[in-house]
């Protein structure tokens, strides 16, 4: 598995990570199997968040983790939190907010519970769950302060913030914000289309302030989810009949590299110099594997355009 810098730091890990957000709809032998395969592909990190199956999804992973014969050191684990989940939706919904909150004493207890779901003692990363227009940053600092100083977080980030979301918050804190999480595929390209349209006529309609070329000066880790999605959850163009000519050229570069279409949308992802980290959300153990076996493979700058173009996008 291919290995990047995380954050402009010397901290290595897998350039594929697995999100867990379904994972607490899963038994735990079914989650044990995801984890092992996982492991097994060369994923090292895993991704999660408070809210996901509104806590679920972490308690599961805490006992297949346990259960798999797999250590806490085989992993590298993050989580996300900051979104006050609505009472009264479902218990089985796999996300949902009410409203946000970066407080620093409701972000120390997110962590808190967090650790004690998953029955681990600390967090690689914890990252703000979307940005909250309320938030203060000097709350924000010292939340990370004492959570570090506490040694329950090593390194933090954001998700889903923009640039000058994403600067207001490193402003006031001391600890570098080392990711920023954001949804990216082949049909969802904005922040590639935004940088190429410039001056260029229409307008796009996606704006986040040139996010992806500030990720690079930066060097932070851009975290791609929703890799195979041409939408916000609204399904995905792998085999889709919607997406005719994205298929055919993921089937013809499938078919040349040895892997499956959505190992050639893992790699597209990974050939940006951005040093993208793409985050699956699938817990299908064959699906975890025929994707991750994408960061073995190099397209060529032609092959990166004719996806892109073949998922709809467009040059100037």
Do not use: C
């Not at 218990?91 to 949902?96: A, G, T």
């Not at 704006?207 to 070329?213: I, P, Q, T, V, Y």
């Not at 699938?282 to 700058?301: E, F, Y």
């Not at 004719?306 to 100037?316: K, T």
């Amino acid at each position: 598995m291919k290995q990047l810098q995380l954050g402009g730091s010397n901290w290595q890990a897998s350039a594929v990570a697995l999100g867990i957000m379904r994972m607490g709809v899963l038994d735990q032998a079914a989650a044990v199997k995801a984890l092992q395969a996982a492991h097994e592909a060369g994923i090292n990190y895993i991704d999660s968040a408070d809210i996901y199956v509104n806590g679920k999804s972490e308690e599961v992973f805490g006992q297949a983790l346990k259960a798999s014969g797999l250590s806490r050191d085989d992993f590298y684990i993050q989580s996300k939190g900051g979104i006050i989940v609505d009472p009264n939706r479902s218990h089985d919904d796999l996300v949902f907010g009410q409203r946000y909150d970066f407080g620093k004493q409701h972000l120390i207890d997110t962590v808190d519970k967090i650790l004690s779901r998953m029955g681990i003692d600390y967090l690689d990363a914890f990252l703000l769950h979307r940005p909250d227009p309320l938030m203060d940053p000097a709350e924000i600092a010292d939340a990370f302060n004492t959570l570090q100083r506490e040694g329950k977080v090593r390194h933090f980030g954001v998700s889903n913030f923009n640039v000058q979301q994403y600067l207001m918050v490193q402003e006031a804190v001391d600890q570098k914000l080392m990711f920023n999480q954001l949804q990216f595929s082949a049909a969802h390209a904005g922040m590639v289309t935004e940088g190429l349209h410039v001056n260029m006529g229409d307008v796009p309609t996606y704006n986040d302030f040139g996010m992806l070329e500030f990720a690079r000066r930066k060097h932070i880790t851009i975290q791609a989810w929703s890799p195979f999605q041409y939408g916000l959850f609204a399904g995905m163009f792998i085999n889709d009949p919607k997406y005719p000519e994205l298929n055919k050229v993921l089937q013809d570069l499938a078919d040349k590299y040895g892997v499956s279409k959505n190992g050639i949308a893992v790699a597209w992802i990974l050939r940006h110099p951005a040093n993208i980290q793409v985050l699956l959300g699938t817990m299908n153990p064959t699906h975890i594997k025929d994707s991750a076996a994408g960061a073995d493979v190099t397209l060529t700058k032609q092959e990166w355009y004719d996806v892109y173009l073949a998922a709809g996008n467009d040059l100037p």
